[in-house]
């Protein structure tokens, strides 16, 4: 079956640098994605891998390997505004969008 | 209107009556997505449609029903609600199908079946 698997909940601290682990098994590859929710909102999109390496957007920068079948996402110079679950979802061979259950991150003082 | 909008954005709902979510877009994307949201899960892919006139199944298509008659409006309708029906419903959009697109998503319905 396909798989999606990150840490259900993270803390760091204001300030600091975290990163957000997504492994992924599914049937063909075609792009990851990664989303920013906060509590009672909508999804908004944050990053798109398609090929291996580092994109980097602003303090967020997210990472994937194709033949690791890993990808993260990393925050630098914390904002408590950054508390938030980070949704990380793989394209699969059918273009059909397949969702982990999201990373809850806890930003403290 | 600027993007999505879904309503109504909260509604309590007893088992065994119709309900319809409402989801319109005004960004003239061809793709449009139904979402549940529930606990500990994923998003979950109710149906679709790649464009006006056609739609698809997704990963849990049951007991829901939809319609694309024009590029904008997409609701979702549950025709005899049940509790496990009990969620938060997301309207999304994309510029193309494919699911290789940036998601643009509505605020959300909260639905509680009693």
């Known amino acids: 079956g396909q798989n999606i698997d990150q840490p259900t909940e993270m803390t760091a601290t204001e300030g600091a640098i975290v990163q957000i682990n997504c492994t992924y098994q599914?049937?063909?590859?075609?792009?990851l994605f990664w989303y920013q929710q906060h509590a009672g909102e909508a999804p908004t999109f944050l990053s798109y891998?398609?090929l291996d390496g580092l994109e980097e957007k602003g303090r967020f920068s997210s990472f994937l390997s194709r033949s690791k079948g890993y990808s993260y996402l990393l925050l630098k110079e914390l904002q408590m505004k950054d508390s938030a679950s980070y949704l990380c979802a793989v394209t699969d061979s059918n273009y059909q969008l397949i969702w982990g259950a999201g990373t809850k991150l806890i930003i403290k003082p | 209107i600027a993007g999505i909008t879904q309503a109504p954005t909260s509604q309590i709902l007893a088992a065994g009556r119709r309900m319809t979510l409402r989801c319109t877009q005004d960004?003239?994307?061809?793709?449009m997505y139904w979402y549940r949201q529930d606990l500990g899960l994923g998003l979950r892919l109710i149906h679709y449609s790649n464009t006006a006139g056609t739609t698809g199944k997704g990963e849990v298509p049951d007991g829901y029903s939809v319609s694309r008659a024009n590029t904008d409006d997409f609701p979702l309708t549950l025709a005899s609600a049940v509790p496990s029906q009990t969620s938060v419903y997301f309207c999304a959009s994309s510029r193309t199908s494919g699911s290789t697109g940036e998601l643009f998503f509505g605020e959300g319905s909260r639905l509680t079946v009693l």
């Open positions: 599914t049937s063909g590859f075609n792009g």
């Open positions: 891998n398609v």
């Open positions: 960004m003239r994307h061809n793709a």
